[in-house]
């Protein structure tokens, strides 16, 4: 059962999209329909086993679309609270989207220059969020980075930076700004800089990945033992202030995964990240620590509940302003 009937029936766009994003999605939907986008089966991160052979009441569905009118189904594991996109688009599926639609159906027409100014100013807050771990860091690695605008406030104040992405085009307009960018994964990155950083950053790349473990360990290998580890994702908790309350605004299928805080700190110490911080706006913190290894963290009692009466309150304060004549 769909939070709210609007999330499940929603089959229009829901924003307002331009005509580049309007063929953007009529594309996607053409290749879901045709089967040259693949969905699969999803299980929780927690180890509750995936949509079809559930025992009941396990996964509880949230929506069928999402912001785009794009068939996207949303569940909130109820062992642990974490809301992921089941079915979802396969492994190679997800490549050929972001090569092919991506960007059309996200950006409509890109500018990149802006993009890299708005980087760079997030990247000076950033300096000033750590300023008082920055004096035991001298090597500070983004995992993808775009165009490394954050990177450019660490290199100016004499930290040796490196970035790495899967974006040709935005590695280049870096490389421009005198970045040292990679194309690839974590993992190429850490062979051709030889060491682990001491401070990495991954800036809402979670929330994309398809295997949360995998990707997380593979990152953990790019920090040294000791070292920071900053990670950052569209909360849930963000659906208040960065798309006025509206929860179908925030739902894209590009994000396989939403976290609140409780969520995030759950899968990151999961995968053997001590956390030394969490915001509800989905900021966390973290310490590789020294001896590396997955922890039986269990999820905390009553996450779930807590998850759904944060979406269930967006939803009604939302249905609240609609009928009192606010636009939605
Ligand atoms: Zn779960």
Same mark, same amino acid.
């Given at each position: 059962?769909?939070?709210?009937?609007?999330?499940?029936?929603?089959?229009?766009?829901?924003?307002?999209?331009?005509?580049?994003?309007?063929?953007?999605?009529?594309?996607?939907?053409?290749?879901?329909?045709?089967?040259?986008?693949?969905?699969?089966?999803?299980?929780?991160?927690?180890?509750?086993?995936?949509?079809?052979?559930?025992?009941?009441?396990?996964?509880?569905?949230?929506?069928?679309?999402?912001?785009?009118?794009?068939?996207?189904?949303?569940?909130?594991?109820?062992?642990?609270?974490?809301?992921?996109?089941?079915?979802?688009?396969?492994?190679?599926?997800?490549?050929?989207?972001?090569?092919?639609?991506?960007?059309?159906?996200?950006?409509?027409?890109?500018?990149?220059?802006?993009?890299?100014?708005?980087?760079?100013?997030?990247?000076?807050?950033?300096?000033?969020?750590?300023?008082?771990?920055?004096?035991?860091?001298?090597?500070?690695?983004?995992?993808?980075?775009?165009?490394?605008?954050?990177?450019?406030?660490?290199?100016?104040?004499?930290?040796?930076?490196?970035? !790495?992405?899967?974006?040709?085009?935005?590695?280049?307009?870096?490389?421009?700004?005198?970045?040292?960018?990679?194309?690839?994964?974590?993992?190429?990155?850490?062979?051709?800089?030889?060491?682990?950083?001491?401070?990495?950053?991954?800036?809402?790349?979670?929330?994309?990945?398809?295997?949360?473990?995998?990707?997380?360990?593979?990152?953990?290998?790019?920090?040294?033992?000791?070292?920071?580890?900053?990670?950052?994702?569209?909360?849930?908790?963000?659906?208040?202030?960065?798309?006025?309350?509206?929860?179908?605004?925030?739902?894209?299928?590009?994000?396989?995964?939403?976290?609140?805080?409780?969520?995030?700190?759950? !899968?990151?110490?999961?995968?053997?990240?001590?956390?030394?911080?969490?915001?509800?706006?989905?900021?966390?913190?973290?310490?590789?620590?020294?001896?590396?290894?997955?922890?039986?963290?269990?999820?905390?009692?009553?996450?779930?509940?807590?998850?759904?009466?944060?979406?269930?309150?967006?939803?009604?304060?939302?249905?609240?302003?609609?009928?009192?004549?606010?636009?939605?």
């Amino acid at each position: 059962m769909a939070l709210s009937a609007r999330l499940r029936a929603q089959d229009r766009p829901w924003l307002r999209l331009t005509p580049q994003q309007l063929q953007a999605r009529a594309r996607v939907l053409a290749k879901i329909e045709d089967g040259t986008y693949r969905l699969e089966s999803a299980p929780c991160f927690c180890g509750a086993p995936a949509g079809g052979d559930l025992p009941a009441g396990s996964d509880l569905e949230i929506a069928g679309r999402d912001r785009y009118g794009l068939p996207v189904r949303t569940v909130l594991c109820q062992a642990c609270g974490l809301l992921r996109s089941d079915p979802r688009m396969d492994a190679d599926s997800t490549a050929r989207f972001y090569q092919d639609d991506y960007r059309d159906l996200y950006t409509g027409a890109g500018n990149a220059a802006p993009l890299f100014e708005s980087q760079v100013a997030r990247g000076r807050g950033l300096v000033a969020l750590l300023a008082k771990l920055l004096p035991s860091i001298e090597t500070v690695y983004e995992v993808g980075c775009g165009a490394g605008g954050l990177l450019v406030p660490f290199q100016e104040i004499g930290k040796r930076v490196r970035g !790495v992405d899967l974006g040709d085009e935005y590695l280049e307009l870096g490389r421009a700004h005198g970045l040292a960018l990679v194309h690839g994964t974590a993992d190429d990155l850490l062979r051709e800089a030889g060491e682990p950083a001491d401070l990495v950053l991954l800036m809402h790349v979670l929330e994309h990945y398809l295997d949360l473990r995998a990707s997380i360990e593979q990152t953990m290998r790019l920090v040294r033992p000791g070292g920071i580890l900053l990670v950052e994702v569209p909360g849930v908790a963000s659906i208040g202030t960065s798309y006025r309350g509206d929860v179908l605004s925030y739902l894209q299928n590009a994000h396989n995964f939403h976290f609140t805080a409780a969520t995030l700190e759950f !899968v990151l110490t999961r995968c053997g990240l001590d956390v030394l911080a969490c915001t509800e706006s989905a900021v966390a913190l973290c310490q590789r620590p020294e001896a590396d290894g997955p922890r039986a963290v269990r999820p905390a009692p009553g996450t779930a509940a807590s998850v759904l009466r944060m979406l269930g309150e967006f939803e009604r304060r939302l249905h609240h302003r609609v009928r009192s004549g606010e636009a939605a």
